[in-house]
T-cell receptor, first 113, second 112 residues
């Protein structure tokens, strides 16, 4: 059951450049999407979210884009910093009031100085 | 910043033994969850809890699993008879409406 897919297991980017992490979903009932960052031996840390009524949400260096027709979302980090190196998980839920999250497999981002 | 606290950070148990994983969610949150991540795999939903009862559970959450909120602050996950395949990181999370979930740092369960 892969309702949320992150097809790139890893991404390597130079410091200062843009990191683009991609996520696809299949369930049209999803209407709220979240990105989490995870370091080894720690829990996922919430980064940014977007409701299906929007196509873009920005918070500092992080921007999430949602293309509902393509069932695709992406996380842009600009400029990338070495401290951004972590595993990034995309997650989706059919409602934003207490619903379970369906996670993608994660993309390991490595930002090189 | 408020945190979700999980104890212990690492638990080793023998196959067939019962384990209880403990969590203290953020105090004003209303929804509580358990997720797990088997090494190298995705984070998987186990169960959600609202208003003192289970609101949703996955097919993983079989009769061997139970959750409880024994007092106003703790939220526990019990595995009655552990199996080798229960070895994983278990994450507790709590949710405030409209915002992203806050996850605890996890309990690494090792079943030997």
């Amino acid at each position: 059951d892969q309702q949320v897919k992150q097809n790139s297991p890893s991404l390597s980017v130079q410091e200062g450049r843009i990191s683009i992490l991609n996520c696809d979903y299949t369930n049209s009932m999803f209407d709220y999407f979240l990105w989490y960052k995870k370091y080894p031996a720690e829990g996922p840390t919430f980064l940014i979210s977007i409701s299906s009524i929007k196509d873009k949400n920005e918070d500092g260096r992080f921007t999430v884009f949602l293309n509902k027709s393509a069932k695709h979302l992406s996380l842009h980090i600009v400029p990338s910093q070495p401290g951004d190196s972590a595993v990034y998980f995309c997650a989706a839920t059919p409602y934003n009031q207490g619903g379970k999250l369906i996670f993608g497999q994660g993309t390991e981002l490595s930002v090189k100085p | 910043e408020p945190e979700v606290t999980q104890t212990p950070s690492h638990q080793v148990t023998q196959m067939g033994q019962e384990v209880i994983l403990r969590c203290v969610p953020i105090s004003n949150h209303l929804y509580f969850y358990w997720y797990r991540q088997i090494l190298g795999q995705k984070v998987e939903f186990l169960v959600s809890f609202y208003n003192n009862e289970i609101s949703e559970k996955s097919e993983i959450f079989d009769d061997q699993f139970s959750v409880e909120r024994p007092d106003g602050s703790n939220f526990t996950l019990k595995i009655r008879s552990t199996k080798l395949e229960d070895s994983a990181m278990y994450f507790c999370a709590s949710n405030e409406v409209v915002r992203g979930y806050t996850f605890g740092s996890g309990t690494r369960l090792t079943v030997v």
